[in-house]
């Protein structure tokens, strides 16, 4: 009896076993449908406080939304005071007698709000459902009578108003002319005198009278502009002339757009004499095509320059400085490294300015010098340079030089220049230095093994610095960035957010105050106004998520296991399906982006879902993990660890942290393991495929860069690696090899599905194609899906995409076929209104 009753025990703990590791075989179609784009805007709000700092103090406003409506606040950080801006039910009641349509306390919308006159009067406009008829003189002379007729169609009223913040007055104002909006060609001078632009290639000016006239009228006969420069020429102008990646223009627009107005990028000096600019002749770079199939009404060819890895037909860089008071410009000796790239800093803007008009583009200096950099083509030598403008003569501040590539952040200014702070990963950290204005090093600020971000403000009067960093606190992940302040001589070091949160920090132009957005991707985001000192002031906002949370959403998970070598921290996060159930065992997907410049794991809560939590309801366990040669804010050891091995770097850690985490958690399957990612996640899962064929069955791969010499030279000669190689007779030249997918197509084994954008101009979609030749060659099966008319990130079809890519992973990990065999995406269709029209979004 005692036999029979032990082997009954013995049966039902084999059962429980064998129940606590069913497989999960049926998708969830509705779980993921539950948490689309659209109805995520419904349930998610604010997540983050963006302060508008006022000029005449320290208060600053803001705007923050919840499932209440949207409030405005102001603060004020001295008296530790945050008082709502204006009571919303009785500045919808005052608008509405005005305007005439009903506004109330949870729906008022207010656009363009700026104070105005001191600081106890704001300015706003309220869109009204009014139709109004404008004659718009810029139209008309622009495209004639058919330009009048298409200006006289009606358009929504706008109603401007001010508000006094003392009295509660509001006040319309019926004949106020909206300040026209800065057109992208202008580029205005520190003074306002002077407006700067590009035509024919070359650099044009204009005064301030014509500028206005432009402002009305672009076409008006009557504007009087001037050439700066006469020599450009199509592929070596002074502006972008629609020859570069990314520009978008078909070759017609591009015919049609050369004698209009175009944007250069000058940088001035604060007096407004003199600006600088950079002119790159790429008269020599080789073109690149895309056609897009589903323009109108004809197909369109779209030709643009693109420098490909390895060859040597180059961009050269030249540095002009344009003398304004006597109209002239002259070429800056620059030299130092054959196809060196060069680049100019801007100043810094005053965050008290973000809501003025327009901000000058002021370069980073003073009206005597101006500061650039230089940078060799294999990326291991860059010069910090600055150029005195009355002698035209650049000189090398601080001269890096490494093994693998350099990067590089905007120095500080002290002082006017006399001293400035540099960035550096010199000793395998970076850290901040203090050099005096000659160059010549005064000493590192900050040190040990830890990785500094940003610098957040400086102090020149206490000589202070306040910065970001990551690492520094024990026991924390080492991607969570906070706030600190220093010394310039090093000394006095102090943390000035804690928390085991990922910090984001804003600072005042008077470094007194801060605010700091914090969260985790397992924390609901808050927001909290520090002093300098890293004393609280205030706490402002915690996001509502609670629709969310009603909705069914749960947080991931984080976790760290080890790499490959068994030695090396790994960080990551888990997302589960909502309905987890503890007693069955799931597939696992990966979502990869190999780097180097990032790694795609979120350390904060954020709204992209997609790819990670929308994807976990349909019946996965879905994790994302850093890897060796991924984050740039670790050691240098971590981020240069790919270099040279651009295609597997990354991959052994992806399998070895996987299987960890089997071993961990029984809940996951470790024998149905799939993979995605876009752009270079899109390449490495691919080469996941083919590199551990036994191990990942099942990729999407989207608009994957699978052949990287004919993709674009800076992510593949930086982070690979280009040799430089001087031959006897002095001539320099560039060797690049470099390990592609197509290469090994021999090796799938498992389903994969290829996708890309017909038009993208960034990833070329011969990448993907050759990848489906290779394929076809190989005797593969696999499939492809080409998105008509879409670019690098998908736009319009990213939704399409989405399912495409569930139906994928359901069928082949899962066994769940339902999705391929039904013709229609329901859920994308239950989205549309009954118009026709797409559906979500609120009202402003």
Known sequence: MRKFMLLSVCMLF???????????????YALAARFSPKKLGKMIFSTSVDPHWLKNSDKFWYMYETTEGKKWYIVDPVKGEKKVLFDNADLAAKITRVVKDPFDAQNLGLDSMRFVRDENWIQF????????????????????????????????????????????????????????????????????????????????????????????????????????????????????????????????????????????????????????MRRVDNRKVKNLWVINSVASPRPTLETYKYWMPGEKEAPVDHLYLFDVANKTSKELNVSAFKDQTL??????????????????????????????????????????????????????????????????????????????????????????????????????????????????????????????????????????LHAYRINFDGTGMKLLNAGDFDHAMRMNDGNSFFIDNYSRVNTVPKSVLYNAEGKKVLDLETADLSSLFAAGYKFPEIFKAKADDGITDIYG??????????????????????????????????????????????????????????????????????????????????????????????????????????????????????????????????????????????????????????????DTSFLYSIEKNPDIAKNLKGKLMLSHGDIDNNVHPANTIRMANALIRANKRFDLVVLPGQRHGYGDMTEYFFWRQADYFAEHLLGDKTGRTETDIEEMNKEVEQNGRAGGGRRN
């Open 14 to 28: 084999a059962f429980a076993t064998i129940a606590q590791q069913t497989p999960v075989t049926k998708a969830n």
């Open 125 to 276: 406009e309220v869109k009204s459902t009014q139709d109004e008829v404008k004659k718009d003189s810029a139209t008309t002379g622009r495209r004639g009578a058919a330009g009048a007729a298409a200006a006289s169609s009606p358009a929504k009223k706008v109603f401007y108003f001010e508000y006094n913040l003392t009295t509660g007055e509001l006040i319309e104002l019926p004949d106020f002319k909206k300040p026209k909006r800065k057109p992208n060609w202008a580029n205005i001078s520190p003074d306002g005198n002077v407006i700067v632009f590009g035509k024919n290639y070359n650099v044009y000016w204009m005064d301030k009278v014509n500028y206005e006239k432009a402002l009305k009228n672009e076409n008006d006969s009557t504007i009087e502009e001037y050439a700066l420069t006469k020599d450009g020429i199509d592929g070596y102008g002074y502006y972008n002339d629609g020859n570069l990646s990314g520009s978008g223009m078909t070759d017609d627009e591009k015919e049609k757009e050369a004698k209009k107005r175009k944007p250069v990028f000058a940088l001035w000096s604060p007096d407004s004499k003199y600006f600088t």
């Open 343 to 480: 680049g100019t800093w801007a100043a810094p803007a005053k965050v008290n300015t973000r809501d003025d008009d327009w901000r000058p583009s002021v370069w980073l200096g003073t009206k005597d010098k101006f500061y650039m950099t230089r940078t060799g083509r294999d990326q291991k030598r860059i010069d910090v340079c600055v150029v005195d403008v009355a002698t035209g003569t650049v000189k090398a501040l601080v001269e890096e030089r490494f093994n693998s590539f350099i990067e590089v952040n905007q120095i500080a200014l002290v002082n006017g220049g006399k001293e400035f702070i540099h960035w550096s990963e010199r000793d395998g950290w970076a850290h901040f230095y203090l050099y005096d204005e000659n160059g010549k090093l005064k000493n590192q600020i900050t040190t040990g093994a830890f990785h500094c971000e940003d610098i957040l403000g400086v102090d020149e009067a206490k000589r202070v610095l306040y910065f970001s960093a990551n690492g520094k606190e024990a026991g924390e992940d080492p991607y969570y």
């Open 573 to 730: 996060t888990i997302y589960k399906p909502f309905d987890f159930d503890s007693t069955k065992k799931y597939p696992l997907i990966e979502y990869v982006y190999p780097g180097p410049q990032t790694e795609a794991v979120n350390k904060a809560f954020s709204r992209g879902f997609d790819r990670t939590d929308r994807l976990a309801q349909m019946g996965f366990i879905v994790i994302t993990l850093g890897n060796r040669g991924g984050h740039p804010a670790r050691s240098k050891w971590y981020h240069n660890f790919g270099y040279g091995n651009l295609r597997d770097y990354g991959l052994a850690d992806k399998k070895a942290v996987a299987e960890q985490l089997a071993d961990r958690y029984k809940y996951i399957d470790i024998n149905r393991v799939g993979i995605h990612g876009h752009s270079g996640g899109g390449f490495m899962s691919t080469a996941a495929m083919l590199v551990y064929p036994d191990f990942f069955k099942v990729a999407v791969s989207s608009a994957g860069n699978h052949d990287n010499s004919v993709y674009n030279r800076w992510w593949s000669e930086q982070h690979h690696g280009v040799k430089e190689v001087i031959s006897d007779k002095g």
